[in-house]
């Protein structure tokens, strides 16, 4: 079943336009024809009628005279005169039949009932019946009656009918042709409206208005979505704003309390209480983590984020990051593969340790404890690449583009991990920004995060081709 | 001649053309069919400078039954609206002013005499044999149980009249 | 030993602040109201002035670059403190010395403090 609501526009346009001639045309013809017909019929009537009329003035003494064979006469005549009659009669004033005519080969004259009934003329399906009364002095002295075959109004309805159908049909291949090509204003403003909202789910831009000045239902549409756009823009800004102003908000109390529980730790001595004290920092750390992270997202939502860029020892970096991580973990071991250079790289010295940190913290928190983290790196002529492999649960395929999302966390409910997921989402945007490449493989074993960086020569290539 | 037909009344336009002649009422059929078409032939002669007179004056010379038909037509029918008269004609010497001069078969007089009477301007109609030939302008005939007529162009254009294609194509011609 | 001003509105980060530099053998003053910095800056002639850049009603980079505009305070070096860490690229626009950020290592901020301290 075809819905009318699932039929496009352009073909409903369309289908509006050819139905629309098809009726109209078909309309029209059909007046057309029909007055064509009834004209047609009303002039074979008249003429009959006229013809009848002679035949009766010249049958007045045949009448007269009761001289059949001298009306007979006239009415033969007919057969070459008007050789469409195919039969003729003329009855007296008390209706019996005087003299007769039927073409050859044909049955006599049957007058229909309903002609006696004073009507000068019918029509049927295939022929005309006149009658038309004999006059004289002012008296009705007899009637002619006529009998048309109608084979000519035949071959005339054949033929208008067949010209009406093949104009019909170029009407139609017209109108069809032409809705084509109207169609296309209609639907083609329509389609740029939906292509331009599908680009801004895909890109997130929601700034940019689809540029439409008509002042029609589609115009309005437009407008009224370029207007929520602005909304959802504002609603965003606002939302980033806010998560800025939070987060800053945040570190206020949070300065204080880390403080003083700090002060705590240096002062209690008693086991328990240094381990409360403890456990106690241990969280406001992540608590601080967590609330940084939330900046940087918001940051990179507005363009905020900005990187200091400097050269930097990417080797003594990594070393710094397995050696601060390391602190993190009790049973994990971080262990470097490589054979450490001297690299140096241009970068955000302080991010790409974000980078780092964030993920040996992944490798740590998603593989059980007492497993090897591996640090790998490898050089080529284009790029310095980072390897960070754990043995933990590993990440399915088709995840593996997702998790470097906002706020993604693992759909494997049936592990709990602290965090936002936010932290991928950042260090994706801090490699892209330095022109690397960061990516995921990994089986049901284990995970293998890559992460590349430019070499500096390459660097200013880079920057012009993005 | 004698078979059986069906009674058909008989006024002035219409007969059916079915018919012959029986006895009695077939003779009062057939005056009245012959005033019928007396009067008839008048629509279609024209007597040109000849109408003269407020009145139409058909003379019938002799007796016959005939006289009293078309007394009866000349009591509700005109000719060109005028009255019609049916004069009884007795001896020749009384034919003077008339139209229509009709030679009933009673009539004993000889039809020279009468033809010479009646002079231009006169329709002579006859109803005996061969009197067509010997000059009557018409003259009727009974052919196959039929009323017909016989016309002498000669006579009728020799009187000075007219008479219709419509009326001529009827009869038969004689000259 | 060494004097340094501390100046936040945040009364509890004053307090923890002023602790721990006297912990560590500073002499402090701490004041919550940025309007008193002349005052005290004149009274106590610090070595070093911890300034919090948002303050109720004033942005302690504008205060920072009066005071080093300032003939009396211009060689006083000033290290600003602030929980939004984009804070550090102003330190040159201001001239100030360094920048710590909110929350802070309390190791770090000794040793900041200590690096500027003349």
């Known amino acids: ?466 | 001649m004698n078979t059986l037909f069906k009674k058909y009344f008989l006024l002035i336009f219409l007969c059916p053309f079915c018919g012959s002649l029986s006895a009695q009422q077939n003779a009062e059929q057939e005056a009245n069919l012959k005033a019928a078409f007396i009067y008839n032939f008048t629509k279609y002669i024209d007597w040109g400078s000849y109408e003269h007179g407020n009145d139409f004056i058909i003379a019938v010379a002799g007796e016959s039954p005939i006289t009293q038909s078309l007394q009866e037509i000349a009591r509700t029918s005109r000719v060109d609206d005028k009255i019609m008269i049916i004069k009884k004609v007795a001896r020749p010497s009384d034919i003077d002013d008339c139209n229509i001069l009709f030679i009933t078969k009673e009539c004993r007089y000889p039809l020279d005499f009468l033809l010479k009477k009646a002079g231009p301007g006169v329709l002579t109609i006859s109803e005996e044999d061969g009197f067509a030939e010997r000059g009557t302008a018409f003259n009727f005939v009974i052919l196959n149980d039929r009323l017909k007529f016989e016309a002498n162009l000669k006579a009728i254009s020799s009187a000075g009249l007219k008479a219709g294609a419509q009326l001529l194509k009827l009869a038969i011609i004689v000259d | 030993m060494n004097k340094i001003l501390v100046v936040d509105d945040d009364l509890d980060i004053l307090s923890l602040v002023e602790l721990i530099l006297k912990m560590n053998n500073f002499n402090v003053a701490a004041i919550s109201r940025w309007e008193d910095i002349y005052n005290k800056m004149e009274e106590f002639k610090p070595d070093l002035v911890l300034l919090d850049v948002m303050l109720n009603g004033a942005d302690g980079r504008e205060i920072c670059k009066n005071l080093h505009l300032d003939k009396e305070t211009k060689n006083i070096p000033v290290v600003l403190f602030s929980a939004n860490p984009e804070m550090g690229k102003f330190i040159k626009d201001c001239n100030a010395q360094d920048f710590v950020a909110k929350p802070f290592e309390m190791s770090s901020l000794l040793n900041t403090i200590k690096a500027h301290v003349n």
């Open chain 1, 1 to 466: 079943m075809i819905k009318l609501n699932d039929i496009s526009i352009r073909n409903k346009l369309i289908l509006m336009q050819v139905f629309t001639s098809v009726v109209v045309f078909g309309i029209v013809f059909g007046v057309f024809i029909i007055t064509d017909i009834s004209s047609y019929k009303q002039r074979k009537a008249d003429s009959m009628i006229s013809l009848a009329q002679v035949i009766g003035t010249n049958s007045i003494s045949s009448i007269q005279f009761q001289d059949p064979e001298s009306a007979t006469e006239i009415l033969q005549e007919l057969h070459t005169v008007a050789p469409e009659i195919i039969h003729a009669a003329i009855t007296n004033d008390e209706g019996e039949i005087f003299a007769n005519y039927s073409k050859s080969g044909l049955d006599s004259f049957k007058i229909p009932a309903y002609i006696l009934r004073n009507r000068s003329s019918v029509f049927t399906e295939h022929q005309l019946f006149v009658a038309n009364p004999i006059v004289s002095n002012n008296k009705v002295i007899g009637k002619v009656y006529l009998e048309v075959q109608l084979t000519e109004l035949q071959q005339i309805k054949e033929y208008k009918y067949k010209i009406a159908i093949v104009l019909l049909l170029v009407a139609l291949v017209f109108s069809f042709l032409i809705a084509l090509l109207i169609q296309s204003y209609i639907s083609k403003r329509l389609l740029k409206l939906v292509k331009t909202m599908k680009n801004v789910r895909k890109t997130g831009e929601f700034s940019k208005p689809v540029n439409d000045t008509g002042k029609d239902e589609i115009g309005t549409l437009t407008k009224a979505y370029n207007l929520l756009m602005e909304e959802i823009e504002e609603s965003q800004r606002k939302k980033d704003e806010f998560i800025g102003i939070a987060s800053h908000e945040l570190k206020t109390p949070l300065t204080s309390i880390k403080g003083y529980v700090e002060m705590l730790n240096l002062m209690e001595d008693d086991p328990t209480k240094k381990q409360f004290v403890g456990k106690a920092l241990g969280n406001i750390n992540k608590l601080e983590s967590l609330v940084k992270d939330l900046l940087d997202v918001s940051k990179i939502q507005s363009g905020q984020l900005q990187l200091n860029m400097n050269e930097f020892n990417m080797d003594e970096l990594i070393d710094e990051a397995i050696a601060a991580s390391q602190v993190n973990t009790g049973t994990h071991q971080i262990i470097r593969e490589d054979h450490p250079g001297n690299e140096i790289i241009y970068g955000d010295k302080q991010r790409i340790e974000q980078v780092l940190l964030n993920l040996l913290s992944n490798a740590i928190k998603y593989s059980p404890g007492e497993s090897k983290v591996i640090v790998d790196t490898k050089k080529n002529e284009k790029e310095f690449i980072i390897k960070i492999k754990d043995n933990g649960i590993g990440v399915p395929a088709e995840e593996q583009l997702e998790i470097f999302e906002r706020f993604y966390r693992t759909k494997d409910i049936s592990i709990h991990i602290s965090g936002f997921g936010l932290g991928l989402y950042i260090c994706r945007d801090i490699i892209n920004r330095h022109y690397g490449r960061i990516w995921v493989e990994s089986t049901g074993k284990g995970s293998i995060f890559y992460f590349t960086l430019p070499l500096k020569h390459t660097l200013s290539t880079q920057q012009t081709e993005v």
